[in-house]
Structures are given as structure tokens and as C-alpha cells.
């Protein structure tokens, strides 16, 4: 009972905090985390700063100072993922996109941000709607799937960078877009930019291919 209060304690703690990975702080784990429950942040260090102190360079940076600070981060791994999703919670469209852009470069496992990342796809900057969308472009198929119809939405978005993005990260997405099949088509003979109906096309071939070979393996397995 002792350990579950503790444990307890610590989640509410993280909450309040307002990090997105509440747990246990170990040796990899999010440095405001730590921090919120009073216990030694991560030690790692690039070029002689800590994730929190290049963090902390970021506000009110300029756009190749933010830069510089996304790439020390992403090195950080997905630790620094809470700087992310705080990022692209901002006033600040320089920092929801410099948000995007970190999840970006951490890949694959800042699966956790696809919330945050789904909300920007509504962003009125087209920028921020453009970078979430090469962010979410990098994630597991699996973790694409529950935005499936938001990136279809974007492929009607009126300016051509997001809706070419948005043909290139329905293609990362696979099996999963095969609902977007007949809208992709669509675009790729009727998108007014000769490059978003390439994009289109592309990613209409990709996401047929990977659909087809899905339903083959699903009845397979049905069949056994």
C-alpha cells in the first residue's frame, strides 16, 4: 500500500508539472520530471550543457540559435521529448514549429507527442501545420494511425507545402491510409501544383501496394 501511494504521489507530482512522461526518474528519464519530484536530473551533457540549459537557450532565440538547440536536444533522445510538447503548446508559432521539428528529429519513439502533433495539423500557420506533418512522417505506421483522417483533411489544405506533406506522410503511414485511397487518386489529377500531384500519385502507388499486401496477409490468417 506504502509503494502505491508513493507511486502515486509521483504521477500527480509529474502531472502537475506538466510533463507528458509521468514515471519512476531513472537515468534517461525527462528532466523536468526529475525535477518536479526533487530527485537528480538526468546527467548527461552536450558540449558542456545539459538538456534543461540547452532548453533554456531556445526562448527567445533566434530561428538558427533554435535550430542548433533542436539538434543538442534531439541528441538527448526521446528525454527530451517534455521541451517538444511544451514547445508546440506555445504562443510562439517560431516555438510550436521548433516543437514539431524536435519530435521530428527524435523519430520514431516521440510516438507519445502524436496528440500535440494533431493539433498543430490545425495550426493557422502553414509552416507549423507543415512541420507536424514531417514530423508525424517519421513516427511508426502504427502510431499514424489515429490521425489517418486529419492528414487526409490536409491534402486540402490551401497551401501546396502542407498539402504536399501531407501525400508524403500518408505514404509513411502505409496500410493504414488505405481509407485514403480514392482522395489521394483524386489529387493527383486534380491538385492545381504539379508537385503535389506527383506527391500525390507517389503516395497513391505506396499506400495501394501496402494495402494489398495487408488484406492478402489478413485472409491468409483468416483462412488458417
Not at 526529475?34 to 540549459?53: H, K, M, P, Y
Not at 521539428?101 to 502533433?117: D, H, K, N, W, Y
Request: contains cysteine; hydrophobic residues 40%.
Amino acid at each position: 500500500m506504502r509503494c502505491f501511494c508513493l507511486v502515486t504521489t509521483l504521477v500527480l507530482v509529474g502531472s502537475l508539472a506538466g510533463c507528458s512522461h509521468q514515471h519512476i526518474c531513472g537515468p534517461t528519464c525527462c528532466p523536468k520530471c526529475c525535477e518536479a519530484q526533487a530527485t537528480t536530473a538526468q546527467s548527461e551533457v552536450r558540449d558542456g550543457l545539459s538538456a534543461a540549459q540547452w532548453a533554456a537557450k531556445a526562448e527567445g532565440a533566434d530561428h538558427w540559435t533554435r535550430q542548433e538547440v533542436i539538434l543538442k536536444l534531439a541528441s538527448f533522445g526521446p528525454s527530451s521529448l517534455c521541451y517538444a510538447t511544451d514547445w508546440m503548446g506555445s504562443e510562439d508559432a517560431g516555438a510550436r514549429y521548433a516543437g514539431a521539428e524536435l519530435a521530428r528529429m527524435i523519430g520514431s519513439p516521440a510516438g507519445p507527442a502524436v496528440p500535440a502533433l494533431r493539433t498543430l495539423l490545425r495550426d493557422k500557420d502553414p509552416t507549423v501545420r507543415t512541420g507536424a506533418l514531417r514530423a508525424l512522417a517519421t513516427f511508426a505506421k502504427d502510431d499514424l494511425a489515429p490521425v489517418i483522417h486529419d492528414l487526409g483533411r490536409a491534402l486540402d489544405d490551401g497551401e501546396w507545402q502542407v498539402r504536399y506533406q501531407a501525400a508524403r506522410t500518408l505514404a509513411s503511414a502505409g496500410h493504414h491510409a488505405g481509407s485514403e485511397l480514392p482522395h489521394l487518386e483524386h489529387r493527383s489529377h486534380h491538385d492545381p501544383d504539379e508537385r503535389v500531384r506527383r506527391a500525390n500519385a507517389s503516395a497513391f502507388e505506396v499506400v495501394q501496394t501496402a494495402w494489398i499486401l495487408y488484406e492478402k496477409a489478413r485472409r491468409n490468417r483468416s483462412h488458417k
